[in-house]
């Protein structure tokens, strides 16, 4: 066995060299060498070398040491192979005469017949504790996959070993009607741990919907995005001198731009962020002005924005009798005036200032419209 094993391994040798004369027709020649090629060539070398070592020690050595052959090493049990064999003969000599492997394993599976010694067991280390699905807590129902109750994502399934292993007439007998039902209310399509989010188990791929959550600017979109004013609440009263006005009286909320209220009024405790908790702490009726829920990327949205804004933080200014507050009395084209108190300029219509109208406001001429005779234009 040693003969053929030692033949074995020095023809594996000898392969090995032939490869690495192979190997030096192409990576060295006399004429040029380079240290890439001589780092290569060790690296085979080295390779080489641990193999031998490896073979020679399992092959060689380590039979003759344990006194017995080697072939034994890899037919043993649950410790992986490599301990040593207790052979029949050898408990017999040490005053066992009586040995049976049948006394100890009566069904005589744990006895290894082509070693002829007894199998191995190994201790298994198992865990203690193996954390439980997370929100597991209903009666009759799954708990929601991990990921929905701050697991990880990418399994769209809820899975509880605890009420797969309860039998159904327990299920049943454990809850009632109202409490199945309740167990059984969906939200569907949005999430119930996650408050403004999809539900995940109903999205094309288990994970967080990237629509909703998607990039500020996409690929290639400029960067057009306006300074926007944020709401602040005044702790003080704040006059401008420059302007001879008021930045803001006591706890009135004003809209300032940003790097104002970073640099200037925050500093120096004149003002605080206008949140739900700044208005409840200081004793305010609480709103919620949604600072930077949406980011306008254009100053066009942004005029949208602030007009939305407008309209749910100033709805006295949308009422009937504010829109209406020219014309209590009346049209004013109906209106009867004194005539000595008329200067002489009267407001156009709309139609007949069109082109002054570009400029953003409409002219007041002094005296009536002079009409021209319109001329005949043959087109064809």
């Known amino acids: 066995m040693y003969m053929y094993m030692c033949v074995f391994v020095f023809l594996f040798m000898a392969f090995f060299f032939f490869f690495l004369k192979h ?14 090629n001589l780092d290569f060539l060790y690296a085979v070398f080295f390779i080489i070398i641990i193999y031998f070592f490896f073979f020679f ?16 090493y890899f037919a043993g049990g649950n410790t992986g192979g490599f301990v040593r064999g207790v052979k029949e003969e050898e408990v017999k000599s040490r005053g066992c005469v009586g040995f049976d492997p049948k006394d100890i394993c009566p069904e005589g599976n744990s006895f290894n017949t082509h070693t002829g010694r007894m199998r191995r067991t190994g201790i298994r280390r198992v865990a203690p504790w193996v954390p439980p699905p997370r929100h597991d807590v209903k009666v009759t129902m799954p708990p929601p996959p991990g990921g929905e109750v701050g697991g990880s994502f990418g399994v769209s399934i809820g899975y509880s070993d605890r009420i797969a292993c309860t039998p159904y007439w327990k299920r049943m007998a454990l809850s009632n009607y109202a409490l199945r039902m309740k167990e059984n209310a969906t939200r569907y399509p949005m999430s119930e741990h996650r408050p403004g989010e999809y539900d995940i188990r109903y999205l ?3 994970y967080p ?20 004013q944020i709401p602040v609440i005044f702790l003080v009263n704040l006059y401008n001198e420059e302007k001879n006005s008021w930045f803001g009286r006591k706890y009135e909320t004003v809209y300032v731009s940003r790097q ?3 640099e200037e009024l925050m500093p120096q405790r004149y003002a605080i962020y206008a949140t739900p908790e700044a208005y409840a702490l200081l004793g305010l009726p609480v709103v919620d002005h949604g600072i930077h829920k949406e980011i306008p990327k254009t100053p066009r949205e942004y005029e949208k924005l ?18 209406f507050r020219k014309y209590e009395a009346g049209p004013p084209e109906l209106l009867d005036r004194a005539e000595d108190t008329w200067d002489g300029t009267e407001v156009l219509a709309v139609s007949s200032t069109a082109g002054a109208a570009r400029h953003g406001e409409a002219v007041q001429r002094k005296g009536a419209i002079k009409h021209r005779k319109a001329r005949k234009i043959k087109l064809f």
């Open 260 to 262: 104002f209220m970073r």
């Open 306 to 323: 602030l007009e939305r804004q407008k309209y749910d933080e100033e709805r006295w200014k949308y009422s009937i009798e504010y829109l």
């Open 23 to 36: 190997m030096m027709r192409f990576y060295v020649r006399p004429h040029r060498r380079s240290f890439m």
């Open 204 to 206: 094309p791929k288990p």
């Open 57 to 72: 020690f399992f092959f060689c050595v380590l039979p003759i040491v344990s006194n017995h052959h080697w072939g034994a």
């Open 209 to 228: 919907c990237t629509i909703r959550n998607r990039p500020l600017l996409e690929v290639g979109e400029p960067r057009q995005i306006p300074s926007i």
